[in-house]
């Protein structure tokens, strides 16, 4: 499975973006896919994730109410649609894709990454 995140950009504080994760591979359908960030110095994080089926979604709390994560199996990507976006959500925002078990917080449990795409969000 190859990943391509798009869909960064500038914003100010309170905006809007929305992120998009196209994959290639017939088996993108059977992939749980996750949504991470990266800042300058800081550890990668996780934003949200989705069941391969869409019947299971989860957030931490520095992102619940303000993203929501969705899919479409049919055409190969997954969503992020940020909403309220911060200053401290500026980061790189990378997705990835989990193909079996379990651990869609910690990114050594993904098989396969996209290349990035940056949101700087203004104040």
């Known amino acids: 499975v190859q990943l391509q995140a798009s869909g960064g950009g500038l914003v100010q504080a309170g905006g809007s973006l929305r992120l998009s994760c196209a994959a290639s591979?017939?088996?993108?359908?059977?992939?749980?896919i996750g949504w991470f960030r990266q800042a300058p110095g800081k550890e990668r994080e996780f934003v949200a994730a989705?069941?391969?089926?869409?019947?299971?979604?989860y957030y931490p709390d520095s992102v619940k109410g303000r993203f929501t994560i969705s899919r479409d199996n049919a055409k190969n990507t997954v969503y992020l649609q940020m909403n309220s976006l911060k200053p401290e959500d500026t980061a790189v925002y990378y997705c990835?894709?989990?193909?079996?078990?379990?651990?869609?917080?910690?990114?050594?449990?993904?098989?396969?990454w996209g290349q990035g795409t940056q949101v700087t969000v203004s104040s």
């Open positions: 591979g017939r088996t993108f359908s059977t992939y749980d």
């Open positions: 989705i069941r391969w089926s869409g019947s299971s979604i």
């Open positions: 990835a894709a989990l193909g079996r078990g379990t651990g869609w917080t910690t990114p050594p449990k993904y098989d396969y």
